[in-house]
């Protein structure tokens, strides 16, 4: 448990813990550190760690049960459910969205190698232990952060992207005009949510203020993975429209 628990998440002491555990928790599962059908550990092993009353921890597990990423059974304990809601979200096809929509300048936070977490393995069907490079940017109108980005791809890629490239394009643009890739599939969701302090800070809002998070996977004409990608939209700066045609 002290490596997989071994930060601490209480970042504010203004938000309540169970809220900043439940968030921490939620970044381990759908980062994929926490593997699907894994068994937390016992709610009074975690509530001692986290230094909070069992009431407060259940607290943290009754809203990720509610958002479906966690199933708990009687006398069996808690148990990680990658699917979450997701059966029952509407599809739809349209558009792809995309950080180019909103304009305005890129200001490169990183630009690292990291360790695929199992569940981008998965997807770039990576071994264990490989590694990815992680693009890490801001948009911006003037001084104000419109959103924070993050590309993942694989490093046989992105050795091959002109830094400059990186400054002043989209990933998309830069596979398919720069790569001269063929893109194929691309599988995006849409989400509302509220930001953390990691987020909160970047995009210069208060924790909790809502946010428009949008996650993408990206694959070739082929059907090689190329790229992953998640995206932070101030919630009070954009706004989403769909057109419907009834038949």
């Given at each position: 448990?002290?490596e997989?628990?071994?930060?601490?998440?209480?970042s504010?002491?203004?938000?309540?813990?169970?809220?900043?555990?439940?968030?921490?928790l939620?970044?381990?599962?759908?980062?994929?550190?926490?593997?699907?059908?894994m068994?937390?550990?016992?709610?009074?092993?975690?509530?001692?760690?986290?230094?909070?009353s069992?009431?407060?921890?259940?607290?943290?597990l009754?809203?990720?049960?509610?958002?479906?990423?966690?199933?708990?059974?009687?006398?069996?304990?808690?148990?990680?459910?990658?699917?979450?809601?997701?059966?029952?979200m509407i599809?739809?096809?349209?558009?792809v969205?995309?950080?180019?929509?909103?304009?305005?300048?890129?200001?490169?936070?990183?630009?690292?190698?990291?360790?695929?977490?199992?569940?981008?393995?998965?997807?770039?069907?990576?071994?264990?232990?490989?590694?990815?490079?992680?693009?890490?940017?801001?948009?911006?109108?003037?001084?104000?952060?419109?959103?924070?980005?993050?590309?993942?791809?694989?490093?046989?890629?992105?050795k091959?992207?002109?830094?400059?490239?990186?400054?002043t394009?989209?990933?998309?643009?830069?596979?398919?005009n720069?790569?001269?890739?063929?893109?194929?599939?691309?599988?995006?969701?849409?989400?509302?949510?509220?930001a953390?302090?990691?987020?909160?800070?970047?995009?210069?809002?208060?924790?909790?203020?809502?946010?428009?998070?949008?996650?993408?996977?990206?694959?070739?004409?082929?059907?090689?993975?190329?790229?992953?990608?998640?995206?932070?939209?101030?919630?009070?700066q954009?706004?989403?429209?769909?057109?419907?045609?009834?038949?």
């Open positions: 448990m002290r997989l628990f071994a930060e601490k998440p209480f504010n002491e203004f938000i309540p813990y169970y809220y900043q555990i439940a968030n921490l939620r970044g381990k599962i759908e980062s994929g550190e926490l593997i699907e059908g068994k937390l550990p016992k709610e009074l092993d975690l509530s001692k760690h986290f230094g909070v069992r009431v407060t921890l259940r607290q943290a009754a809203i990720l049960e509610k958002e479906g990423l966690v199933t708990r059974e009687r006398r069996k304990g808690t148990f990680v459910n990658h699917g979450g809601l997701k059966s029952k599809q739809l096809t349209g558009a969205w995309e950080e180019d929509a909103v304009g305005g300048d890129i200001r490169v936070i990183s630009i690292e190698e990291m360790d695929a977490s199992s569940r981008l393995q998965e997807f770039f069907g990576s071994d264990d232990g490989e590694s990815l490079t992680r693009v890490q940017r801001l948009r911006m109108a003037e001084e104000t952060p419109l959103c924070y980005v993050m590309n993942y791809l694989p490093q046989k890629l992105a091959d992207i002109p830094h400059e490239d990186i400054r394009r989209s990933m998309l643009h830069i596979l398919k720069r790569l001269q890739i063929r893109l194929g599939k691309i599988h995006q969701t849409l989400e509302a949510r509220v953390d302090s990691d987020v909160a800070d970047h995009l210069s809002i208060g924790v909790l203020a809502p946010v428009l998070y949008v996650e993408t996977f990206v694959h070739s004409k082929s059907g090689e993975p190329v790229e992953f990608s998640q995206i932070y939209y101030r919630g009070d954009h706004r989403y429209r769909v057109e419907l045609v009834s038949e």
